[in-house]
């Protein structure tokens, strides 16, 4: 597919090519969707370096989380591993998979039980149970998240950052959970952050922010972004119509 570039608030060094995708919720059709074109994109346009990110919340929600991981355990489709950050969700499971309690509680009130149904953990099961039921490889990809990546004039982050405060004395936690006051912050940041977390019907750029959670598992779109140089490119694949 062609992709349509417009000026970007940031910028890459050249021969840099990043690929960001957004939240994905267990939407594997459109997640796979979404690897196979940046594979075409890449084998269209070679660049001296590619990498494709995750902005987290690759779980919960949606049709088959489980696939998903197992998917991203097996690394990019450019060759490499995935970049892979944390989102909220993938917080929420691994508290509950190792606190219990009312971690596990919170969890499944917030969509931890498509997951469970996916590992086929019984419904009766104690969540001191549930832990074993989950694949290596799949709870590797997300013990080993990362909080943040920082690449060229970019800053990449599940929900965003406090703007009050310098990139490297950021909160974790912010980072993973914040939404005001970063989304309606009116100046830019010492790099243009991309972050996902907050979904909205198209991608949103800012001249501090670029968001690209488009709602996948409530039947929108999984968006990535593309960034090269000064400029910007969309790819996005159908969710499904709703999620479990």
């Known amino acids: 597919m062609a992709l349509t570039f417009h000026s970007a608030p ?9 690929y960001a995708i957004g939240d994905v919720h267990g939407c594997v059709a459109a997640h ?5 074109q940046i594979a075409e994109d890449v084998a269209a346009r070679p660049v001296e370096e590619a990498i494709v990110i995750h902005m987290g919340d690759l779980i919960d929600r949606g049709p088959d989380s489980a696939t998903v991981l ?27 998979l190792t606190q219990g309690g009312e971690a596990a509680a919170l969890w ?36 080993e998240e990362r909080i943040f990546h920082r ?17 490297a004395a950021q909160d974790a936690h912010d980072m993973v959970w914040i939404r005001e006051p970063f989304l309606s912050w009116p100046s830019p940041l010492e790099a243009v952050v991309v972050h996902g977390h907050t979904p909205k019907e198209l991608p949103e750029v ?20 593309v960034l090269e140089e000064d400029r910007l490119a969309f790819m996005q694949m159908p969710g499904p119509r709703s999620g479990r």
């Not at 940031?10 to 990043?18: A, D, I, K, N, S």
């Not at 796979?32 to 196979?36: D, T, Y």
């Not at 970019?154 to 990139?167: D, N």
């Open 151 to 167: 690449v060229g004039g970019y800053f990449f982050a599940h929900a965003g950052v406090r703007p009050s405060v310098p990139l």
């Open 10 to 18: 940031g910028r890459l060094p050249p021969g840099q090519r990043v």
């Open 32 to 36: 796979a969707g979404l690897l196979e």
């Open 206 to 225: 800012r001249v501090h922010r670029i968001g690209i959670d488009t709602g996948a598992v409530y039947g929108g779109r999984l968006t990535a972004v």
């Open 70 to 96: 197992e998917r991203v355990a097996r690394g990019s489709p450019i060759g490499g591993d995935f970049i892979n950050l944390r989102g909220n969700h993938e917080e929420l499971c691994l508290a509950a």
């Open 108 to 143: 499944r009130r917030n969509g931890g039980e498509t997951c469970l149904a996916d590992w086929g953990v019984p419904l009766k099961a104690p969540p001191e149970e549930w832990a074993a039921y989950v694949p290596p490889e799949q709870m590797a990809v997300m013990q």
